[in-house]
């Protein structure tokens, strides 16, 4: 049975989708069969894993409103044991539209129900707002990432997605826990991205991932290809981050490290391709 994990924050541009693509895509190559629920209408994680929306018959949409099996709207990515839920605008309307549906918290965990012992691990990529499509994702998930811009701004708002995950917890879903919060686009160079360090550390240190994800070129190219980081340039600074970030969640999930044999196999192929 594969564990669900919500990927959240209400504030937009902290690196949610980056860390969804990017975790989702490290753990495939770590051999773990992982899916991606792209919950957002803009669909930058199905872009961002080269799915792009002229290519997409049906989308989460349709799984959620029109009762569509999952099964035949996932996608395979470019990425070796990643696959993708794609969304697409229509959703807009989901929120409207699910607002006199009955048990209507429940109907994206209905929809992923249908899949998850199909998956080691499923990421839902929320969107940057507490409305119906994100309540809907926290009480489908098992856990919940969030991603925290590493300036002062993004610190803002913390304590409300604190509070909406525990009326979630005690109304909906008394299994929602806090899987961790990874700080993202780090400069060191810049006195206030170690200064929030800082401050979150003091606060809520047992709930931070050690590995900080910092500022790289390469993570801000690769949507533009289509293609994970880890894809992208397997030699980046991001890639090592996001690696490091996956392994991290393993361990904390008890869950075996990447088989070297396997990982070794994987690189050659990768040098042999055109990527």
């Known amino acids: 049975m594969g564990k669900i994990i919500a990927i959240a924050n209400q504030k937009g541009g902290v690196g949610k989708t ?15 069969k992982v899916l991606l629920v792209d919950s957002d209408p803009q669909a930058n994680s199905s872009s961002g894993v080269g799915i792009y929306e002229n290519e997409v018959e049906f989308s989460i949409y349709d799984c959620l409103m029109e009762g569509i099996d999952p099964k035949t709207v996932i996608k395979e990515t470019s990425t070796p044991n990643l696959y993708l839920l794609p969304s697409d605008i229509n959703l807009v309307g989901a ?3 699910l607002v006199s549906v009955k048990r209507r918290e429940f109907v994206m965990k209905t929809m992923i129900d249908q899949v998850k012992d199909d998956y080691d691990y499923i990421f839902i990529d929320c969107l940057p707002s507490l409305g ?15 991603p925290v811009q590493c300036e002062i701004f993004s610190l803002e708002g913390l304590g409300k997605l604190k509070n909406t995950i525990e009326l979630v917890k005690n109304n909906l879903n008394p299994d929602l826990e806090i899987e961790g919060i990874v700080l993202s686009m780090y400069d060191r160079r810049l006195r206030m991205a ?4 800082e401050e979150v550390n003091a606060i809520i240190k047992d709930f931070i991932f050690d590995t900080i994800i910092h500022r790289n070129s390469k993570i801000g190219e690769s949507p533009s290809a289509g293609l994970p980081v880890i894809l992208y340039d397997a030699s980046s600074k991001g890639t ?15 869950d075996s490290i990447y088989d070297k044999e396997k990982m070794e196999s994987f690189d050659n192929k990768m040098k042999k391709s055109k990527i």
């Open 194 to 197: 170690n200064l929030v360090v």
């Open 95 to 97: 929120e409207v539209e």
């Open 18 to 32: 980056t860390t969804a693509i990017n975790l989702a895509a490290a753990l495939a190559v770590l051999q773990k």
């Open 240 to 254: 090592s981050n996001f690696l490091n970030l996956a392994n991290e969640f393993l361990k904390k999930n008890d």
């Open 132 to 146: 119906l499509i994100t309540v809907n994702a926290l009480v489908a998930a098992d856990s919940v990432i969030i």
